[in-house]
């Protein structure tokens, strides 16, 4: 079965696109894979043919036809990504991916896991509930945004070399290419390059990557690399790349459930499907992971047929959106009255003189000061009362589902650095106006939470108990 998407004719970016998609008319989503992302219409259709396809037949689909599409699949994300085909397979999701590498590790006595302060809340948990059933350890490179690059590279040297000096082998560290809040792009490159100095092993959490920033994987040269494709790539959900290079294909002994094609040390047990004659055993292991929905991963060749053809390919795709989300986020910190988050000394107007802001990703800080502890609610003027750390999360979620529900739109919102902050997604259905108009209706979010309306109705206190009276200059009473 090849990909058959409807895609006759290239379409302008902006409200034209939205033709290809499956959104309610008044739903606005300025969080299109932030969170879970979203395919086109043709891609849809294109995944209903499979299921059609596997209902008909179901056992000659599952044992011998799926297979032919994953590797379809396999084949045209190797070739965009630049990496070998047998080192390129297919899983959930990029937590799914992370957690793959971290369960199949051997810990010893000693061993440390580094990662970072904005690490995603999923993988921590994993490496938390590690730290309970093994003697792995793990130690966190402090820090908050605004940063720069090279002081996240800087700190996290110091955290290695701590680390060794007590003893301990740091066995790897565990970052991102994208963080997902707040949403910037992260030093990976060089963070893969000085694992590779350090002799650590270097896991890349690239959940926002592949659709959204360019990536050549084998210039990259990371020891275990995972992406979700549905989110910026417009697969459907739920389907990741997971990149092993062939040096590291033997540490990952098992796939989460272990699938017919583990291959166990000391014992011999019969297949019960098929494996290809030239497929290796770590291609073959993830081929077919217990009974699941895999429609997902037959439809990339569609997804990226449609962003050929529809969209006009990646690095129209990559351009738009990064102009937008650069266009659309300084738009919506003027209307606010406030900045967006780039490091500290770069003129948020010179489009490229940020590296956190390279890519569609941006974030803008609220008028919300929150005492977090970290005393940078000081850095800036806040008109409103100062929001008790403890209380922070709370006032978010009110400013999202008030979002959400009375104007039908998506945007994060979530305390970083002592403020309050909203993450937004620029994508090719979407345009300037967009942001204007969604920086409107935060205005008037943030002074109806200001004026303490999130207290009374979060019934976590009144103005005066929930937030403490802040001078204009933003140091207090």
Known sequence: MGSTVASDQLTPFGRPMLKHFLFDPKYKNLNHAGSYGTSPAAVQAERKKFNEELEAKPDPFIRYLAPQYIDASRKELAKMLKAPLNEIVLVKNATTGVDTVLRNLVYKPGDVIIYFDTVYAACEKAISYLMETTPLQARKVPYSFPISHEEIVKRFVEVVTQVKSEGLNVKMALFDTIVSNPGVRFPFEELVAKCREEGILSCVDGAHGVGQI??????????????????????????????????????????????????????????????????????????????????????????????????????????????????????????????????????????????????????????????????????????????????AMDVGKWIQQKLMFEHEIAVPTFPHGGWMWSRLSAQVYLELEDFRWVGGVLKGLVERAGKGEAYAELGIGDVEKGMEAVSLDGTGE
Not at 235 to 247: I, N
Not at 345 to 362: F, H, M, N, T, Y
């Open 214 to 391: 360019p990536l050549d994987l084998g210039k990259l040269g990371a020891d275990f690399f995972v992406s979700n494709c549905h989110k910026w790539l417009y697969v459907p959900r739920s389907c990741a790349v997971f990149h092993v290079p062939v040096r590291n294909q033997h540490l990952i002994r098992s796939t989460l459930p272990t699938s017919h094609g583990f291959v166990p040390r000391n014992m011999e047990i019969a297949l019960p499907i098929p494996k290809g004659e030239t497929k290796s055993a770590f291609e073959f292991q993830f081929e077919f992971v217990a009974t699941n929905d895999d429609s997902p991963y037959f439809c990339i060749p569609a997804a990226l047929k449609f962003r050929e053809e529809v969209c006009g390919g990646e690095e129209k795709i990559m351009s738009y959106c990064l102009q937008l989300a650069h266009e659309g986020g300084n738009l919506v910190a003027e209307i606010l009255g406030t900045d967006v988050m780039c490091e500290p000394g770069v003129d948020p107007e010179v489009q490229g003189a940020s590296k956190i802001r390279q890519c569609a990703l941006v974030n803008v800080r609220l008028p919300l000061a929150v005492d977090d502890g970290s005393g940078r609610h000081v850095e800036k003027e806040s008109p409103y009362p100062l929001i008790k750390g403890k209380d």
